[in-house]
């Protein structure tokens, strides 16, 4: 796997800024002259470093325009000194010959700043309260974007102004008036069409519904839908994988499921999945989920605006987290704002009995970890050539504790002392956060990746031509069900448009693509080829399907690796000594632990090829029941329990306040009847 390009050094962009600053420096000395050739030449430089500005550079272009010398001040500043210089040059008198074609120029330039109010203007009427996906909002008069040529003020002048320009650069050496004419015109010309394009899409029929119309569809969606259970998420763009492990058990949950997002780039970022997504970025209409027939929220993760939507009194919130560690971040106090928190097995209920964070033990509710369900058993010692083994390890987190992350301290460690022994074939799949915080973590991790490479570079066999067919094939397929095609100019509005209502049977046909794929992607491979695995896919649990050792860090994925009963290893960079380590951190309890000198680990590969003089398998089979729960009922049964539960007190407890309120303002009741799926009607206010 190719390594990331580093990005580009600040002396490079000093350089721009110094090449385009002499440019300009340039074009005004030629102009003052005046000085034809110079003038040609450095009105060139400076239109070719405008275009690798846009193409390479775009940091750059955010500290000119912090620094009041954006893209319109350049263009017009470029285009001056071109006027100028042509009026120096021949005779005198020559303004009134000039005169029509700065007028003309500054016609361009108030077409310009007119096209990029009506942008904006239609951008305002194409930016809706509600985002949705796998919903038909066809009756919202969704439509297709304008270009993105018309929205992107730096990249329109750009382009409509070219003509422009270049009239100006051919008038100059044979003093032809004509030339710059010409272009001007054609550069008017451009900006009038664009600007009678974007005025189009405010005419009545042609904008999309209006903030109160998407309001009252959308009530009316969620009185038709009628949602029972949610998942509600909110974060950056790297912590979506987060929301996209509970896609499959909410899928399976006995009622009607939804997605409630809060930022509108999140919208693309949830998996592919059949159940309705709404994104709602403005309070006033989250709250209208109060009257709705929603029951639960699913929480798999804190953040800012998580305190929102607990204010809606008629829904039950529940914390189900994203993983299971014995880090402090997995008892976060924030959990008792929650009605329950649902957990995998006994020894997360003991960690916030322990961690004292203010959540009872009446709120604890064990459903296991159902997206384990699925994970293979273990099976025996490795079969085949090659002994595989997983390198999976987390993130440096925000704390700084060197215990948090191996790679800084063992990774390269491990690494070479696995990639020594000619048995061993080599996963490497780091953490997506890897290196955001602690940039040590992301240099160990490149070199790590180099490793790999130098190793597979002398180890690597021939793929299997017929099974690497059958894999393209395999992915195209999958592409084709999990991946909206967009425009490169689409928008949001254009996206709702685009992933509407999914076709009948399309999540069993993408799980079928996926196992199909997977099967295929790891018998395409070299035999003992050493994999960095980055993607998407294959997943992580797909990773722990055929891996034989896992080596991590104290993480929620040693906790899901139990689910095989496979041996694991965990890195100690904490600094304790391996009792006090073992102590602090019980889900280590059954590992086999490694130093950050990687001393360890031929003696840990040779339990796993000679599993009689594994000592631990015991320990993982008790520890196993600990954290995640007993497998009978599986998971999925137990989680489907604790939704009917707590759907069941949701409902209880409306009514209860719809009794009460009949009770006290019996004459603001116009009717006491529930509703069909059993809550009662909401009393107006």
Known sequence: MPLPLPRPPALLKGLVTIVLAAAFAAQAVAALLPHVPLLLAATAVSLATEGALYRWQRGVLSLFAKSHADITVRHVLRDLLLIVGLLRLGEQDRETVYAPLVAGLLAFYVLHCAIQAISMLVRRTRTLPVVTRNIDASALRLSKAPSALLRRPGHRLLVFGLPATAGLLAAAPGDEPVYAAAGIALSLGLALTGLGALLVRLLPGRRPAGEQEVLDWFDAWLAEYRPTVGLYFSGGASSAYQANMWLEPLAEIDGKPVIVLRERFMVQKIAATDIPIVCLPKVSTLMRLEHSTLQVLIHPSNSGKTSQVLRIPTIRHTFVNHGESDKLSSCNPYAKAYDEVWVAGPAARERYALAEVGVEDKDVVETGRPQ??????????PTGTYTTVLYAPTWEGWDGNPGNTSLIAAGENLVRALLADPGVRLLYKPHPLTGSVDPRAGAADLRIRELIRAANRERTGPRRPTTGAELARLTEELDRLTTAVFRPGADTVERMRVQSAPEPGRAEAVARATAAWEEAYWASLPEGEHQVITDARPALYSCFDVADLLISD????????????????????????????????????????????????????????????????KARAALKLRLLGPADPPSQERFNAAVRALCAEARAHRARVAERLTAELPGQRTESASDGAGLPTAAPR
């Open 372 to 381: 384990l369900d699925a994970v293979r058993p273990y099976a025996g010692p």
């Open 554 to 617: 104290v993480s929620s994925v040693i906790s899901d690796f139990l689910a095989s009963e496979k041996p694991y290893a965990v890195a100690n960079t904490s600094g304790l000594p391996e009792e006090a380590f073992r102590a602090a951190f019980p889900t280590v309890a059954a590992a086999t632990v490694l130093t950050p000198d990687a001393a360890g680990v031929p003696g840990l590969l040779e339990t796993v090829r000679h599993p009689e003089k594994d000592e631990l398998a």
